[in-house]
């Protein structure tokens, strides 16, 4: 699938770290380093601009050494691109942390996956076909 893009960054286009990757990484472009404090978050610029196929998303989501090392995660993740956006790919990361950390210029700080989706049309009904699991939420299965 080929998807267009703008890259008004000064970095390489995000690429898969390996061959059976499912995401991209995703790098900071910064004029100077952002300082996040611990339980701070800051909108982190890429530099870049897509315009995906309808019926695609792009989700933005951590990378996990990064969340696992370092306490810094994407906040709403997955975050969503719309196929119908054209402004920049945009980060919200958040340091979850009790260090400050900084966010270099070039970092690899997110990854994006583009994924099909369907759109839903709602069937109104009185009731709900019976399942094994019914309404058994959270935790109904155990730990153990």
Request: charged share 25%; proline share 4%; hydrophobic share 40%.
């Given at each position: 699938?080929?998807?267009?893009?703008?890259?008004?960054?000064?970095?390489?286009?995000?690429?898969?770290?390996?061959?059976?990757?499912?995401?991209?990484?995703?790098?900071?472009?910064?004029?100077?380093?952002?300082?996040?404090?611990?339980?701070?978050?800051?909108?982190?610029?890429?530099?870049?601009?897509?315009?995906?196929?309808?019926?695609?998303?792009?989700?933005?989501?951590?990378?996990?050494?990064?969340?696992?090392?370092?306490?810094?995660?994407?906040?709403?993740?997955?975050?969503?691109?719309?196929?119908d956006y054209r402004g920049e790919i945009?980060?919200?990361?958040?340091?979850?942390?009790?260090?400050?950390?900084?966010?270099?210029?070039?970092?690899?700080?997110?990854?994006?996956?583009?994924?099909?989706?369907?759109?839903?049309?709602?069937?109104?009904?009185?009731?709900?076909?019976?399942?094994?699991?019914?309404?058994?939420?959270?935790?109904?299965?155990?730990?153990?």
């Open positions: 699938m080929k998807i267009r893009i703008v890259n008004h960054s000064r970095h390489p286009l995000p690429s898969y770290g390996t061959d059976h990757s499912a995401g991209m990484d995703l790098r900071a472009n910064l004029t100077e380093e952002i300082l996040l404090k611990p339980l701070e978050r800051a909108l982190i610029s890429t530099g870049l601009f897509i315009e995906l196929p309808v019926g695609y998303e792009a989700q933005i989501r951590p990378r996990s050494g990064l969340a696992a090392k370092n306490g810094i995660t994407v906040l709403n993740t997955p975050g969503t691109i719309d196929a945009k980060v919200i990361l958040v340091n979850l942390s009790n260090e400050n950390w900084a966010v270099c210029d070039g970092e690899r700080i997110a990854q994006m996956i583009i994924s099909s989706h369907e759109k839903a049309a709602w069937e109104l009904v009185n009731e709900l076909a019976e399942s094994e699991r019914g309404d058994r939420g959270f935790g109904h299965t155990g730990i153990k």
